[in-house]
């Protein structure tokens, strides 16, 4: 007896949520939806690791809450310790990325969470032979 009335409220709700996701998509909201996605859903967090992005490689950018400076955001290919490569969006708040050495990174579906600098030789061998770099 309940179905019909949630049916009935479920699926224009959908809709409006795929519209304005569109609509946030359109206006260059992704970089910025993407980690929330990757948050919202149960996606497991991974350590993986990838070279630091060449300065001036950033995929996109867009001004801080500030508006003083900007956030720089990256598409890195990043490998767990098994080898396994997938792309990764990292935001660098406030700086671009200076291009040297690794990153250990804290993975969420296709969003580097955290992620800190660290040396070639702390990334397990599977990872940089995936990365081959």
């Known amino acids: 007896m309940h179905r019909k009335p949630l049916a009935a409220v479920h699926v224009p709700l959908s809709a409006a949520f795929v519209l304005v996701g569109n609509a946030l998509l359109d206006a260059g909201w992704g970089s910025a939806l993407r980690p929330i996605a990757d948050r919202v859903l149960p996606n497991p967090e991974i350590a993986m690791w990838a070279p630091a992005p060449e300065s001036g490689s950033h995929a996109s950018s867009y001004a801080d809450v500030t508006g003083a400076g900007a956030n720089y ?6 490998a767990d310790d098994g080898g396994n490569v997938r792309e990764l969006q ?7 990325s200076d291009g040297e050495g690794w990153l250990e990174i804290e993975a969420c579906g296709g969003s580097g969470v955290r992620y800190r600098a660290c040396d070639a030789a702390q990334a397990p061998a599977a990872a940089r032979g995936a990365l081959d770099r």
């Open 73 to 78: 955001v990256y598409l890195v290919d990043a």
């Open 90 to 96: 990292l935001i660098f708040f406030g700086r671009e």
